[in-house]
C-alpha cells in the first residue's frame, strides 16, 4: 500500500522529499556509472524496471482475503544493489501516481523513502550476510524479500506514526504497526516464496547472468 | 483494459494544451491544498477541478468516478481507523467494543486527514488523465532533471505496454489450463509467469539494444513533438 495522494501533511512531504532526493541522486550517480562503463546496460536497467511497474499490476494469492501485488523489490534489490533500486522505484512510482492513481505526487518523496530505500536496502544487506555466511542464494532470498516486503511496511508504520503522532508517537507506531502486521506478514510470506520460485527458474536458466550480476552466493559461483 | 488511464491522456480536450503550465498548476494547487489545510478550501478545489476534468477535458464521468473511487475506498478504511484508534481528550462518542472511544483530537485528525486528500486526489486526476507520460517526461527533461533517468523512464514506458500484453496472453493460458485454481497452484502459475516475464524482458532488453544501437543510439531519444494546429 502506498501512501495516498494528500495524506501527509506538507512539512512531511517536503522532509520525505528532502531525504529521498538526497539517495536517489547517489544512485543515479551509481547508474551513471555503471553505464559508461558498459553502455549496453541502459536497456536491461529500462526493462528491468519496466518488469518492476508489471510486477505491481499481478495480483499476489493471499490467505487473508485482502489482496496486494509483489513489488519485487527484495528482487531488484538482489539483482542489482540498493542505490540502482532506488532510481527505479522512483520511477515506477511517478508511473504507478500518473497510470494506475496508487499513491501521489505530493507523497511521492515518503513513498520512494519506504519502497525504493528502505525496502531493497534491507533486503540487499540480509541477501549478502546470508549468502556470505555461506546459506544457500535461494533461501536467502527468501528472507531478503519477506524482510524487504515487511520492512516496508514498517518504514510506512513509522512514517504515518511521525505524521500522525496520536496520542503519542509510541502508541501511534504501535497502532500502525499492528494493523499492517495483521495484513501485511502473510503477504510478505508470499511474496517470499514467489520470490523463490523466481529465483529458481532464473538459477536453472540464466546462472551466468546471476553470476555476471554478482548476484550469486560464493560457495554457488 | 487496465490501462484506460493512459487511453484517456492521450484522448481529451486538453491533451494538446501546454504540458508545462499543467504540470505547474497541478503541482502548485496540490502544494496550496496541502498548505493551506482549510477544509472549505479542499471542498472548493475539489469542485474547480472535478469541473475542469469533466467540463472542460470533457472526459467521460464514468472513468474520472473509475479514476476516484479505488483510493475514496481506502481513505474512508484508513480515516475510520484513524478516527477510532488515535488521539486523546475529551470522548464524544464511545462505541462500546473494547472501549473503542472516538475523541474530539481523534475526529479532528480523521475529517481534516479525509478533506485534505479530497481535495488533492482531482488535482493529481487533473494532471494524470489529460496528459500523456511521454510530455511529462519531455517537460522534466527540459527542466534539467538528470538525462539518464529521462532516458530510462522514456525506455521503461515503452516496455511496459509489449510486457502487458504478454502478461495477458500467459494469463489466459494458464488459466484455460487450471493454473489458477488452487492457492498452491496460483503460486506456482504466479511464479512461472514472472520468471518467464523477466527472462523474456532479458531477451527484450538485448534486441531493444542492438535496435538502438542499429539507428545511431548515443544516449537520447529525441521525440517529435508536433507543433500546434493553427486555427
Known sequence: MHIMEGYLPLNWCIIWFVISIIVVAFGLYQIKKIVDETPESKALLAVSGAFMFVLSSLKLPSVTGSCSHPCGNGLGAALFGPAVTAVLATIVLIFQALLLAHGGLTTLGANIFSMGIVGPLVAWIVYKGLTKAGISSTIAIFFAAFLGDLLTYVATSFQLALAFPAPNFGAALTAFLTIFAVTQVPLAIGEGILTVIIWDRLKAYKPKLLDKLGALAPNEA | ?231
Request: proline share 3%; charged share 15%.
Open chain 2, 1 to 231: 483494459m487496465k490501462f484506460d488511464m493512459d487511453y484517456i491522456a492521450h484522448h481529451n480536450e486538453l491533451t494538446e494544451t501546454n504540458p508545462y503550465l499543467k504540470l505547474f498548476l497541478t503541482i502548485f494547487l496540490l502544494v496550496l491544498t496541502l498548505a493551506l489545510d482549510n477544509l472549505y478550501f479542499d471542498v472548493f478545489i475539489f469542485i474547480v477541478m472535478s469541473v475542469v476534468i469533466l467540463a472542460i477535458a470533457k472526459i467521460n464521468y464514468r472513468s474520472y468516478f473509475k479514476f476516484l473511487s479505488i483510493p475514496m475506498a481506502f481513505l474512508v478504511i484508513t480515516c475510520i481507523f484513524l478516527m477510532l484508534f488515535f488521539g486523546k481528550g475529551e470522548v464524544i462518542y464511545e462505541t462500546g467494543i473494547f472501549g473503542i472511544v472516538i475523541t474530539t483530537d481523534s475526529l479532528h485528525y480523521a475529517v481534516y486527514t479525509f478533506m485534505r486528500v479530497f481535495g488533492c486526489l482531482p488535482c493529481l486526476g487533473f494532471l494524470a488523465l489529460t496528459t500523456p507520460i511521454a510530455k511529462i517526461l519531455n517537460c522534466l527533461r527540459n527542466m534539467k532533471v538528470p538525462r539518464i533517468m529521462i532516458e530510462i523512464a522514456l525506455l521503461m514506458y515503452n516496455t511496459i505496454f509489449i510486457f502487458l500484453n504478454e502478461i495477458d496472453t500467459m494469463q489466459k493460458a494458464q488459466n484455460t489450463r487450471l493454473g489458477y485454481h488452487s492457492y498452491w497452484s496460483s503460486f506456482k502459475s504466479l511464479g512461472a509467469l514472472i520468471s518467464t516475464i523477466f527472462l523474456r524482458s532479458l531477451d527484450k532488453s538485448e534486441t531493444l539494444q542492438f535496435a538502438l544501437d542499429s539507428r545511431g543510439y548515443t544516449g537520447e531519444l529525441p521525440v517529435y513533438e508536433p507543433r500546434k494546429k493553427e486555427n
